[in-house]
């Protein structure tokens, strides 16, 4: 199991979309996404190699959520797995390139 870091920005974007759906969606949206987001980090510390690569930029791999329309974006090297955007994937696509190394 890859130990799991996270961006601040990343970080920053699951909690403004927490917000977000606890504000503007019936009750239980917002509980659903962190469950959702917290399994697919899981999911990335077991297999990180498992999820498709980013059309956007290669470096990056993409767990998206099953019932939202996110995904959890990551870099994976030997040690950890960087979570570099916790995104929408139609808004803004590649909003999180300038964040990478």
């Known amino acids: 199991m890859r130990e799991i870091r996270y961006l601040d920005a990343a970080r920053a974007e699951l909690d403004a979309a927490v917000v977000w759906y606890r ?6 949206v917002a509980e659903m ?3 959702d987001v917290s399994d697919a980090v899981l999911q990335i ?38 979570i570099v955007a916790i ?13 990478m190394p």
């Open 23 to 28: 504000d503007h969606r019936t009750a239980g």
């Open 33 to 35: 996404f962190v469950t």
């Open 45 to 82: 510390a077991e297999l990180p190699d498992a999820w498709p690569v980013s059309r956007i930029d290669s470096r990056v791999r993409v767990r998206y959520l099953r019932r939202l329309r996110y995904g959890v974006f990551c870099v994976v090297d030997r040690g950890a797995a960087t």
């Open 87 to 99: 995104a929408h994937t139609s808004r803004r696509p590649g909003c999180w390139l300038d964040r």
